[in-house]
């Protein structure tokens, strides 16, 4: 959802963990798009996102369980198979393939913050490059990622947060804080 300001022709949006009720005051916080393309093409894209980042979770989640259970099925405990030289680290030595496991969930699992923290370009802010082996973007892309996401961002130019009145105990939503946006805003249309 995103809220269109006729007179200027500016799109915003709400950035909703970032708006709050302080005391008895509403606060929203909102960025601005660079184009009305820039819009549209997040409308595209969130679906996917939305699918991808789901499946990236329940695969951590079922590479997660599986290096338990591999721990279980040799009949240790986690404590038991770390490392004494290493941190947080299953002991290679002795237990190559569920270290192998180990290793292969700690490849994957920072990806859902890099691309999370990537798919907006927020001003002229200089971009994180996100280095990955084939292994990584194999993996990725069987879970429906798709580079251009992250080549291409959605640009934002800017974000401001207002205060836009007093809080009386409606339900919290992001319709709340659309509606609240607006009445700050000349005339404007729902995106």
Same mark, same amino acid.
């Given at each position: 959802?995103?809220?269109? %300001?006729?007179?200027?022709?500016?799109?915003?949006?709400?950035? /909703?963990?970032?708006?709050?009720?302080?005391?008895?005051?509403?606060?929203?916080? /909102?960025?601005?798009?660079?184009?009305?393309?820039?819009?549209?093409?997040?409308?595209? @894209? =969130?679906?996917?996102?939305?699918?991808?980042?789901?499946?990236? @979770?329940?695969?951590?989640?079922?590479?997660?369980?599986?290096?338990?259970?591999?721990?279980?099925?040799?009949? /240790?405990?986690?404590?038991?198979?770390?490392?004494?030289?290493?941190?947080?680290?299953?002991?290679?030595?002795?237990?190559? *393939?569920?270290? %192998?496991?180990? %290793?292969?969930?700690?490849?994957?699992?920072?990806?859902?913050?890099?691309?999370?923290?990537?798919?907006?370009?927020?001003?002229?802010?200089?971009?994180?490059?996100?280095?990955?082996?084939?292994?990584?973007?194999?993996?990725?892309? %069987?879970?429906? /990622?798709?580079? =251009?996401?992250?080549?291409?961002?959605?640009?934002?130019?800017?974000?401001?947060?207002?205060?836009?009145? *007093?809080?009386?105990?409606?339900?919290?939503?992001?319709?709340?804080?659309?509606?609240?946006?607006?009445?700050?805003?000349?005339?404007?249309?729902?995106?």
């Amino acid at each position: 959802m995103a809220v269109l %300001e006729k007179e200027t022709n500016q799109y915003y949006k709400i950035n /909703f963990d970032r708006c709050a009720v302080r005391g008895l005051t509403v606060f929203v916080n /909102f960025s601005a798009y660079l184009t009305t393309a820039e819009r549209e093409k997040e409308k595209e @894209r =969130e679906g996917k996102w939305s699918q991808f980042f789901r499946k990236l @979770r329940e695969n951590l989640q079922a590479q997660q369980d599986g290096l338990f259970a591999a721990i279980e099925a040799a009949g /240790f405990t986690p404590e038991q198979v770390l490392s004494a030289t290493e941190e947080n680290k299953i002991d290679a030595a002795k237990y190559p *393939d569920i270290r %192998e496991l180990q %290793e292969r969930w700690n490849a994957l699992e920072p990806y859902e913050h890099l691309i999370g923290d990537s798919l907006y370009k927020i001003g002229d802010k200089e971009m994180r490059c996100i280095e990955m082996n084939e292994d990584i973007a194999k993996q990725l892309a %069987e879970l429906g /990622f798709e580079d =251009e996401w992250i080549l291409d961002p959605i640009r934002i130019t800017a974000g401001a947060e207002v205060e836009v009145g *007093d809080y009386k105990g409606e339900p919290i939503s992001q319709e709340f804080y659309y509606e609240r946006l607006k009445t700050v805003m000349g005339e404007t249309e729902d995106c």
